[in-house]
């Protein structure tokens, strides 16, 4: 919400907290470094790595459901509005989001490069959603973390 009220205060635009665009729900995961997650649930992580669209995290979300939801709120945005809008996410939401953009599955969830900071540009029309720009890092130019890719 920080970097999204960053962005749309210079320009006079509205916040609004989009449910169906909230982060994952990592449940247990959160906060924890890789290597717990990796010690403490090592079948799912392997899971997570291998085949992340079969990952349930425990006490959280599934990958699966987050597509989902992700989909859903494509689909009410698409209803719902005709103009410009911006949306301000997570790494793992904005793969996913290319991933549906794309019509991939969520199997190519990690051949998905997003940079911290990156936009990615999507328009509706009526063949659907089309990608027309993907993890754009252009505006970090000069920045020490532009350059660090996770």
């Not at 994952?24 to 291998?50: M, T």
């Not at 085949?51 to 689909?75: I, K, T, W, Y």
């Not at 027309?132 to 252009?138: A, E, F, I, L, P």
Request: glycine share 10%.
């Amino acid at each position: 919400m920080e970097t999204a009220r960053a962005i749309a205060e210079p320009h006079g635009g509205e916040v609004r907290p989009l449910e169906e665009f909230n982060d994952v729900d990592y449940g247990l995961w959160s906060g924890k470094s890789v290597d717990e997650v990796r010690e403490a649930w090592p079948e799912i992580f392997s899971i997570w790595v291998d085949n992340p669209e079969e990952v349930v995290f425990p006490g959280g979300e599934s990958l699966r459901a987050v597509r989902e939801r992700l989909q859903a709120g494509l689909d009410r945005l698409a209803e719902r509005h005709d103009g410009t809008i911006l949306l301000v996410g997570h790494k793992l939401i904005n793969r996913l989001l290319v991933c549906i953009v794309l019509d991939l599955p969520t199997a190519a969830f990690w051949h998905v490069d997003q940079s911290n900071g990156a936009i990615n540009v999507i328009a509706h029309g009526e063949a659907g959603w089309v990608l027309r720009r993907m993890n754009d890092v252009g505006h970090l130019k000069g920045m020490e973390s532009a350059d660090q890719r996770t």
